[in-house]
């Protein structure tokens, strides 16, 4: 078990060949479309006072993420130089993997929503990930106007809900905090921490975390029925991706703008198809390959453990120095391009 860990988490690294991030300015590792999204509430229809934004496509939801990561860079800037090291990152890079890989669109078929020759900027309701990213999205971005981050006040702004399974979502700040009072105080808590400029990035990150996988635990049943819609490996993708996140919760990845970006270098550029088998996609890279067979391998020891190895990595992970070098590790994997497919299995 304990010789898998180290595999593991090169894989959650996002072992990245060949690519220096050094290489590029910090503005090409952005998300698809970002400067074209709304940067301030006033990019958004308002009336009496109140902005209205429709969530479901995809320049409004991911000008949410912007606005976001725009107000709350006073509270990085400490760290690092022009907001790369806002841990927020993660949420709309996640998104715009998302969107850059096609699944936001209708996994029906019945519309065009989502299609890159169709209605490309419609994010499908019948999407699991467009689902799952709502209140990943509209949690935190809510959370933060509730605890007086973003400049404007609680009743200020609402969303509008999708063509379908309107009572699956939340619209505003009084019905999110009803609906998913236990994630919402979590967000709301990250905020108020983030403030206090005597916290360290790792004080943070621990927040967020406990956050995100607050959120994902209260979202993750209600989009069950959403699955039937995809084909297998991509079905076993999904399930290894939402375990895969407490283990990456659990080491407090860093979800810094550079971090996530070469992190996610290494998940599938495209829908999975029936006839893909991990490892062998011939279209995808050796990292992506290395690491859809490696977080399926995390999904069954840990379904095979009965969450217990999860348990035990948490564990390990509590303490400082274990999660330092875990981190070491991580990073030497990353600048290490030679280690080859052959050599990873050889260690598992
Ligand atoms: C939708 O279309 C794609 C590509 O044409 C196909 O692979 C998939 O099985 C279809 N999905 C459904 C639910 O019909
Ligand atoms: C800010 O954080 C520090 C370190 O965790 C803590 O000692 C202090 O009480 C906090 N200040 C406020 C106002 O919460």
Redesign the pocket.
Known sequence: MMLLLPSLLCALAGYVSAFLVETATLTDLYPPLWKDCPSQFSDYKVEDGVYTIDPWLYPERMGMYKILITFTAKYFERFGPNNEENILWGLPLQHGWQFKSGRLTDPTNVTDCGRKNGDHMCISVNSWWACMNYNLCVLPFLGAIEAGALGISSDQVTLLPPPKDQMHFCYDVTTCRSSFPDAMTKWNTFFQQAK?L??TLD?LLSDLWIAHVATLKATKNIFRNRIQYYSKPELDFEKSWTTAMDYVAAMCFETTLTKTYKFQMALPPRLLNSGDQPFLIKDFTDSQNRLLYLLNLLYETDDNSGHKFLHLFKNVMKSKILRKIAKFAMEQVILNYDIILQELISKI
């Open positions: 206090n005597s916290k004080d």
